[in-house]
């Protein structure tokens, strides 16, 4: 039987292609359901309040970053979207005097302007700007990482995913996008050989770092999140972290404050994980297969499926 065709974008795959009863399904669950969908593997794990939740994924740099060593280098990779911890990371870094040097951090993307390339820290919508204005920058001197330890995607990604090797990452934080992503994977266009199916999730997986054409939803997504609603700032392309760096990390951190993603959508990706339902059309529900999966939620952020008229 032939798959839905998206109600969102028709020429994409995306959530709105699942079966109807699988989509009943996590519209019902509760909190409380929410929390006993943890399993081995796939931990979930709730917060009472935004200063506690954010405090915790700071601390997750730092507990990566202790650890490093001259002979055991280690790192982080992580996310914007959410970043009200960045600034937190830095400054325990400071009361710490935690020194990085054999510490490691990887971007986990970028905007590609039209012409293919990294869009400029001067752009207004530069993740690498972001990491740096709210977080590196503000590392006192003496404690900071050495710039070559400091990974950025570029347009050619080589030097990106050479670093990937010889490095330990310990965690690779994400959020969550509309269009159920983690960093820019998005699903992909309904066309040529994926015009009938989306990818086998083993295809999926097999994507490494690279250029991506993004989702119409993740468009509009970042020009509501990012750009007060300008959707002319957002590029429609972007350099992505793939499914192969992040098989590499020992953990993968996903952090849902209500912000990025709906109530619907929260609800939809974990239990996709917790029953193991791997389609390449919720791409976070790929990481259904990674050994060490743990999804943060703010109890206030997970809101209502119920319909209300506004």
Same mark, same amino acid.
């Given at each position: 039987?032939?798959?839905?065709?998206?109600?969102?974008?028709?020429?994409?795959?995306?959530?709105?292609?699942?079966?109807?009863? @699988?989509?009943?399904?996590?519209?019902?669950?509760?909190?409380?359901?929410?929390?006993?969908?943890?399993?081995? !593997?796939?931990? =979930?794990?709730?917060?009472?309040?935004?200063?506690?939740?954010?405090?915790?994924?700071?601390?997750?740099?730092?507990?990566?970053? &202790?650890?490093?060593?001259?002979?055991?280098?280690?790192?982080?990779? !992580?996310?914007?979207?959410?970043?009200?911890?960045?600034?937190?990371?830095?400054?325990?870094?400071?009361?710490?005097?935690?020194?990085? *040097?054999?510490?490691? +951090?990887?971007?986990?993307?970028?905007?590609?302007?039209? *012409?293919?390339?990294?869009?400029?820290?001067?752009?207004?919508?530069? +993740?690498?700007?972001?990491?740096?204005?709210?977080?590196?920058?503000?590392?006192?001197?003496?404690?900071?990482?050495?710039?070559?330890? @400091?990974? +950025?995607?570029?347009?050619?990604?080589?030097?990106?995913?050479?670093?990937?090797?010889?490095? &330990?990452?310990?965690?690779?934080?994400? *959020?969550?996008?509309?269009?159920?992503?983690?960093?820019?994977?998005?699903?992909? &266009? &309904?066309?040529?050989?994926?015009?009938?199916?989306?990818?086998?999730?083993?295809?999926?997986?097999?994507?490494?770092?690279?250029?991506?054409?993004?989702?119409?939803?993740?468009?509009?997504?970042?020009?509501?999140?990012?750009?007060? !609603?300008?959707?002319?700032? =957002?590029?429609?392309?972007? =350099?992505?972290? !793939?499914?192969?760096?992040?098989?590499?990390?020992?953990?993968?951190?996903?952090?849902?404050?209500?912000?990025?993603?709906?109530?619907? *959508?929260?609800?939809?990706?974990? @239990?996709?994980?917790?029953?193991?339902?791997?389609?390449?059309?919720?791409?976070?529900?790929?990481?259904?297969?990674?050994?060490?999966?743990? +999804?943060?939620?703010?109890?206030?952020? @997970?809101?209502?499926?119920?319909?209300?008229?506004?």
């Amino acid at each position: 039987m032939a798959r839905k065709l998206s109600s969102i974008a028709p020429d994409w795959w995306d959530y709105t292609t699942l079966e109807d009863d @699988l989509i009943r399904d996590a519209a019902a669950l509760t909190p409380r359901d929410l929390e006993q969908l943890s399993r081995p !593997g796939f931990e =979930v794990v709730m917060y009472d309040t935004l200063e506690e939740f954010y405090l915790a994924e700071a601390l997750e740099y730092i507990e990566a970053w &202790r650890a490093a060593t001259a002979d055991n280098p280690v790192g982080i990779c !992580g996310p914007i979207g959410p970043t009200e911890q960045l600034p937190l990371v830095a400054r325990l870094v400071n009361a710490l005097g935690l020194q990085l *040097g054999d510490a490691h +951090f990887w971007g986990m993307d970028e905007w590609l302007g039209a *012409g293919g390339e990294v869009v400029p820290t001067s752009h207004p919508l530069s +993740f690498e700007r972001a990491d740096r204005e709210l977080c590196f920058d503000r590392i006192d001197r003496g404690l900071a990482m050495p710039e070559s330890n @400091l990974h +950025f995607p570029a347009a050619d990604p080589s030097a990106y995913v050479a670093s990937w090797e010889g490095v &330990r990452c310990a965690v690779m934080q994400g *959020g969550q996008g509309d269009i159920k992503h983690w960093a820019f994977n998005d699903p992909p &266009r &309904r066309s040529g050989r994926y015009a009938d199916a989306p990818p086998t999730p083993e295809e999926y997986r097999a994507l490494g770092t690279r250029a991506v054409e993004l989702h119409p939803i993740t468009l509009a997504q970042n020009a509501r999140t990012s750009g007060g !609603g300008n959707i002319t700032l =957002v590029p429609a392309r972007a =350099v992505t972290v !793939g499914p192969v760096e992040t098989w590499k990390a020992e953990r993968v951190s996903i952090w849902q404050a209500g912000t990025h993603d709906n109530p619907f *959508g929260q609800r939809l990706t974990a @239990l996709m994980i917790s029953k193991r339902v791997a389609d390449a059309a919720v791409p976070m529900s790929l990481l259904a297969d990674h050994p060490r999966v743990r +999804f943060h939620y703010y109890r206030g952020g @997970l809101g209502s499926c119920a319909v209300e008229m506004h």
